[in-house]
T-cell receptor, first 111, second 123 residues
Framework: QSVLTQPPSVSGAPGQRVTISCTGSSSNFGAGYDAHWYQQLPGTAPKLLIYGNRNRPSGVPDRFSGSKSGTSASLAITGLQAEDEADYYC???????????FGSGTKVTVL | EVHLVESGGGLVKPGGSLRLSCAASGFSFSYAWMSWVRQAPGKGLEWVGRIKSKTNGGTADYATPLKGRFTISRDDSKNTVYLQMNSLKTEDTAVYYCTTDNYFGSGKGFDSWGQGTLVTVSS
């Protein structure tokens, strides 16, 4: 049971918008710790996608956006493309565990 | 460009030990905090632990379930971070990634990852 809860899967047609939720608690997001998001394409290492709740590293398309409110964070992908098929993970520090936690992961499927 | 290369993975029997290495280049390693993250086959990401820079004390923190069995160390003269794993169990089978840990530094999370090294614990 992950400390950060994500839906196992989301899907959408090319061009559509999908969102992935990441539900935490008062010991991580609710305590003010930032949310980060990672994209893991099949057979590859994870890659930082969003940092500091809503910032994109250089090279990440602006189709990807993040937000955080209270004890939850979310990732949105607009204009979904076939190359976006991947697993996505949220990430935060948790002060009750005195360590980092990852979400359970969400598989995005492009129909 | 940041480059992280893990090595040392392989097949080990339950109860055995293994030391993983992560060679870093392209950034000021001695000032970097580094984390290890693992991923069991078909499963999600799990934080293993991290080591701070020596200027921040050089101490290591671990995921609670792994304390006492895993030890992270660093050799700044070799730009390398290590993960010593003892008393290995079958459930430690995973790909182990090293990452730059800028969660509390620049606020950029785990911004660079190695390609990973596979550890298989089996009799």
């Amino acid at each position: 049971q992950s400390v950060l809860t994500q839906p196992p899967s989301v899907s959408g047609a090319p061009g559509q918008r999908v969102t992935i939720s990441c539900t935490g608690s008062s010991s991580n997001f609710g305590a003010g710790y930032d949310a980060h998001w990672y994209q893991q394409l099949p057979g590859t290492a994870p890659k930082l996608l969003i940092y500091g709740n809503r910032n994109r590293p250089s090279g990440v398309p602006d189709r990807f956006s993040g937000s955080k409110s209270g004890t939850s964070a979310s990732l949105a992908i607009t204009g979904l493309q076939a190359e976006d098929e991947a697993d996505y993970y949220c990430h935060a520090y948790d002060n009750s565990l005195s360590g980092f936690v990852f979400g359970s992961g969400t598989k995005v499927t492009v129909l | 460009e940041v480059h992280l290369v893990e090595s040392g993975g392989g097949l080990v029997k339950p109860g055995g030990s293994l030391r993983l290495s992560c060679a870093a280049s392209g950034f000021s390693f001695s000032y970097a905090w580094m984390s290890w993250v693992r991923q069991a086959p078909g499963k999600g990401l799990e934080w293993v632990g991290r080591i701070k820079s020596k200027t921040n004390g050089g101490t290591a923190d671990y995921a609670t379930p792994l304390k006492g069995r895993f030890t992270i160390s660093r050799d700044d003269s070799k730009n390398t971070v290590y993960l010593q794993m003892n008393s290995l169990k079958t459930e430690d089978t995973a790909v182990y990634y090293c990452t730059t840990d800028n969660y509390f530094g620049s606020g950029k999370g785990f911004d660079s990852w190695g390609q990973g090294t596979l550890v298989t614990v089996s009799s």
